[in-house]
């Protein structure tokens, strides 16, 4: 007995037929790949961080 919130509005999934579990699957891996895509942003522009001090790092040493 799963239960899910739409619009402040509980509904229980065993009461759901097959084609409204087919469009809950959907939106489960939907918000599933939000926050993968989310968590590679994140990752991504860390390393852009730690690449842009290690590039102004080594300009700077380059100008001694």
């Known amino acids: 007995m799963t239960k899910i919130i739409i619009d402040e509005v509980e509904y229980d999934t065993d009461n759901m037929n097959d084609d409204q579990k087919v469009i ?3 939106l489960n891996k939907g918000s599933n790949s939000i926050g993968l895509l989310e968590h590679m942003i994140k990752c991504v522009t860390a ?4 690449k842009i001090t290690e ?3 080594s300009l700077e040493d380059n100008d001694d």
């Open 24 to 26: 809950l699957n959907t």
């Open 47 to 50: 390393i852009q961080k730690i």
């Open 55 to 57: 590039l102004k790092k």
